[in-house]
């Protein structure tokens, strides 16, 4: 492969990228329209204490992030869904419980161990083939749940009791949407980090909503940022000797503001252009 | 029990309704929304449901489509208990307030394309019949020309009646409405009676529309029911004209005006 991915690490970095920038806006997507953004980010935190706990018992961290990550989207739903208490409250409550348990397990574990940062910071350039193969085996499963429910979540999203009354398993669903989401937490933890891993989710939607004219567009353009994002920002870090998952973020965050502004001034000339017609336009 | 003034028909007549409630009575907590109602709705009737605001109507209707338990009474759809209904496409459903949020990026087509999946499976894909009962869906309510346009950038009143031809999608026997037409404009308002006129002339599917503003489909309807915690009335809306009550002009006050009168 040219330049930048010349190298074999590199290689690896890209395809872990790749998955994660297709599969993670595509589930952003449908936390974004329900309101959800910062649902990502409440996951990331209890992923924290997963690794903490797995760090703690020495057992490779991903799982325990994984299973606590699962876990915590299964209660968190539970509790909205019932309105046992409000959504962003309990989101706060896992953010903060998850935070606070990572460092309790840390400390019981004696110290920081250094590939902590890794899950943090995220450290794709040392990514392994067998993270790799992990990492594809997830985005997968995703691609393979959102290409048959797309439609479903989509109803769901519409109108909950609509869809309720229409007889969709809403409850069903809405617990697979949280559950996919802490699984894409898990895999991006390598990518990005946990710290950043929500920006994923959410940027590159932002920039879909942007230019899609449709649902099905938008999914295919979150995709779209989500994998430019990606590599854009690793061969940025490459070059640069920047942090990947900061650069990736970055470019994600800097295509957002480019199409917001070209749709701004893009606006502005169609408002001065409809002013002109109608002899409205202000002075020359 | 209260006896409602025009009691339903008795559980014999359960399959042959679309809609049955009986002996219904429901409380948030310690308040009481509704008590002891009965209701029936049979195939091919247009009923309005009317009450002033907090009278349970919107609770009734969740009732009926089995989205709540009563804790007491019996609600049955098409004879079988409406919170175990196998074919729940039947029924379509038009929320309160249903409009898009501003910067969804959906199609007209893809909203009205989500009504049509309980009958399809939600797992599926729509096949080419499903299109076209979508796309008939949407000629229904005259928006065949905005299909392709994003939902958040239509006014009010068509994004209503983007909401009226998902609940259409289906071929529902049974359409529930709850205040589908509140603050719309009157063309909008014409365009949904049309709708509804041919959802009950052509396909004989039942209406249930709950509205304060009747007087756009006020000729059209079979009965009308008042509802202030009970029933009030169950009745031919001529029998409200007879008594001077005009549904154009006094839905709002109708409980107030047949307390008068009774």
Redesign the interface.
């Known amino acids: 492969m040219p330049w930048p991915f010349d190298r074999d690490f590199m290689r690896l970095a890209l395809a872990a990228g790749v998955v994660v920038g297709l599969c993670a806006p595509l589930i952003g997507t449908f936390l974004v ?1 329900k309101r959800l953004s910062l649902l990502g980010d409440g996951r990331g935190h209890v992923a924290f204490a997963g690794v903490a706990g797995g760090v703690l018992v020495g057992v490779w961290p991903v799982w325990t992030a994984m299973a606590a990550a699962v876990a915590a989207a299964v209660v968190i739903e539970r509790l909205r869904s019932r309105g046992r208490a409000p959504g962003d409250l309990v989101l706060a409550l896992f953010f903060y419980s998850g935070i606070a348990a990572g460092i309790v397990l840390l400390g019981l574990a004696h110290g920081v161990d250094a590939n902590l940062f890794a899950y943090l910071f995220g450290s794709i350039l040392t990514v392994t083939p067998g993270d790799v193969g992990l990492i594809a085996v997830l985005g997968v499963v995703v691609l393979v749940v959102v290409g ?2 797309w ?2 979540l ?2 769901v999203i ?2 909950e ?9 809403v409850d069903t ?1 809405n617990t697979v949407l949280a559950v996919l989401a802490a699984v894409v937490v898990v895999a991006a933890m390598r990518v990005v980090g946990i710290l950043l891993v929500a920006a994923l989710m959410v940027l590159p939607v932002a920039s ?2 942007l230019v ?7 999914l295919r353009w979150s995709a779209v940022v989500g994998v430019v994002s990606v590599v854009v920002g690793l061969g940025s870090a490459r070059a640069a000797d920047l942090a990947p998952g900061g650069a990736i973020v970055l470019v994600a965050a800097a295509i957002f503001a480019v199409l917001a502004m070209l749709r701004s001034g893009r606006r502005a000339q169609l408002a001065f252009a409809r002013g002109h017609e109608t002899g409205r336009a202000g002075p020359p | 029990m209260t006896a409602s003034p025009h009691p339903v028909a008795g559980s014999t007549a359960a399959v042959a309704s679309v809609v049955t409630a009986e002996g219904v009575s429901f409380r948030y907590g310690s308040r009481p929304v509704l008590d002891d109602v009965s209701l029936c709705v049979g195939p091919g009737e247009f009923v309005a449901l009317v009450g002033p605001n907090g009278s349970g109507k919107s609770t009734l209707v969740r009732l009926l489509l089995g989205l709540l338990r009563p804790d007491a009474g019996t609600v049955r759809l098409f004879g079988e208990d409406a919170r175990a209904l196998r074919d729940r496409w039947r029924v379509g459903y038009v929320p309160q307030r249903a409009v898009a949020a501003n910067d969804l990026p959906a199609t007209v087509r893809e909203v009205v394309s989500a009504g049509r999946l309980g009958r399809s499976g939600w797992h599926g894909r729509l096949r080419r019949a499903d299109w076209q009962a979508i796309d008939h869906a949407v000629e229904e309510v005259d928006l065949t020309d905005l299909r392709d346009r994003r939902v958040g950038e239509l006014s009010g009143g068509q994004q209503q009646r983007v909401f009226i031809a998902k609940a259409l999608a289906a071929e529902p026997d049974l359409l529930v409405a709850d205040e589908p037409v509140a603050g719309v404009d009157a063309e909008s308002q014409r365009r949904f009676r049309d709708s509804l006129s041919h959802l009950v002339l052509e396909h004989g599917g039942a209406v249930l529309l709950v509205s304060h503003e009747l007087g756009a489909v006020a000729d059209d309807l079979d009965r009308v029911v008042v509802l202030k915690q009970r029933v009030l009335f169950d009745g031919d809306p001529s029998e409200l004209a007879a008594r001077g009550v005009s549904l154009g002009v006094h839905a709002e006050d109708l409980p107030l005006w047949l307390e008068r009168l009774h």
């Open positions: 329209q048959v429910s439609r479903a989509f109803t519409l109108d009791e609509a869809a309720r009354a229409a007889g969709l398993p669903l879909a909503q899609a004219r449709s649902f099905v567009a938008c």
